[in-house]
């Protein structure tokens, strides 16, 4: 298990009462959320353009966020295919009693680059400089 978080920081968000499950404990869909956004972040940056979710590979929740952490997102891109991205998202969070940061969850996401009429197109690859 990684003990800073990989890859670039994509988005942060401080984890409120209303984010919150049953238990008390922040709904892993609000955080499962803020991964597709973090990770459609870079899939958008790298392809120039608009970009559509179609996979989630994998996802391990390990911890549990608490009202008034704050979540952090980082994002590295670990495939581009020929319309495809395959990005790797990290999820860490900073308790409010401002302790270590630590691993929330882990994914995979993959994102098509889509045309204006929601058809796969080529990723652009950026110029070199």
Known sequence: MSKAPSGELAIQNLAMPANT???GDIFGGWVLSHMDLA?????KKLSCGRVATVAINSMHFL???KVGD???CY???????NTSMTIEVE???LPSTQEASYLVTQGVFVFVAI???G???PVVKPHAT
């Open 119 to 121: 058809k796969p197109r």
């Open 21 to 23: 499950n049953p238990n």
């Open 70 to 72: 704050v979540i952090s």
């Open 63 to 65: 911890k549990a966020v």
């Open 75 to 81: 994002v590295k891109l670990l495939k581009q295919g």
């Open 39 to 43: 990770a459609g972040i870079l899939a």
């Open 91 to 93: 999820v860490w969070a």
């Open 115 to 117: 045309d204006e009429f």
